[in-house]
T-cell receptor, first 112, second 111 residues
Framework: DAGVIQSPRHEVTEMGQEVTLRCKPISGHDYLFWYRQTMMRGLELLIYFNNNVPIDDSGMPEDRFSAKMPNASFSTLKIQPSEPRDSAVYFC??????????FGDGTRLSIL | DAKTTQPPSMDCAEGRAANLPCNHSTISGNEYVYWYRQIHSQGPQYIIHGLKNNETNEMASLIITEDRKSSTLILPHATLRDTAVYYCIVRVSSNTGKLIFGQGTTLQVKP
């Protein structure tokens, strides 16, 4: 079975540019999560969706961050404008109901 | 969700059992203990979870003390590929929201 698929795996861009991260959850899963991992803060939840509807976005750091889930098989996390402190590994995860979350392999983002 | 405490690092010899402890003294009656691990450059991977009974699957065993204030994850025959950061997380199973990751335990399996 295909797991959670994230793209790109690596992204290097200059400060001020728009960055779009993509995620394809496991088919049939109704929950989708976006996490960020840094050395300083560890793994932290940014936002999660249930049936394509955002449920909790309290972890989104600033208005520069936005996330959408237009359908059950696709989600994006956008940063505009990007800043060096946004450099991190961004993970997407999905789950079915109360079952454990399954994670993708992440997008390593570097903002120069 | 209750807070957990884990040792920052542990070593284990290849082929031996790895026993990873976790303290969760403030756990509530309806909170489960979950274990995930993160191998370098990969996303976290679910291992096992339990409420109060000991659990076993193809990856590991989970031993929860009778008072539920601590637990131990056991990898029965550790291999080099088990080298990873192991996270113990406590949460209500019906809470389908956030997983709160602490700093975890870095397990180094040595030949």
């Amino acid at each position: 079975d295909a797991g959670v698929i994230q793209s790109p795996r690596h992204e290097v861009t200059e400060m001020g540019q728009e960055v779009t991260l993509r995620c394809k959850p496991i088919s049939g899963h109704d929950y989708l999560f976006w996490y960020r991992q840094t050395m300083m803060r560890g793994l932290e939840l940014l936002i999660y969706f249930n049936n394509n509807v955002p449920i909790d976005d309290s972890g989104m750091p600033e208005d520069r961050f936005s996330a959408k889930m237009p359908n059950a098989s696709f989600s994006t996390l956008k940063i505009q404008p990007s800043e060096p402190r946004d450099s991190a590994v961004y993970f997407c995860a999905s789950s079915s109901g109360v079952q454990p979350q399954h994670f993708g392999d992440g997008t390593r983002l570097s903002i120069l | 969700d209750a807070k957990t405490t884990q040792p920052p690092s542990m070593d284990c010899a290849e082929g031996r059992a790895a026993n990873l402890p976790c303290n969760h003294s403030t756990i509530s009656g309806n909170e489960y203990v979950y274990w995930y691990r993160q191998i370098h450059s990969q996303g976290p991977q679910y291992i096992i979870h339990g409420l109060k009974n000991n659990e076993t699957n193809e990856m590991a065993s989970l031993i929860i003390t009778e008072d539920r204030k601590s637990s131990t994850l056991i990898l029965p025959h550790a291999t080099l590929r088990d080298t990873a950061v192991y996270y113990c997380i406590v949460r209500v199973s019906s809470n389908t929201g956030k997983l709160i990751f602490g700093q975890g335990t870095t397990l180094q399996v040595k030949p």
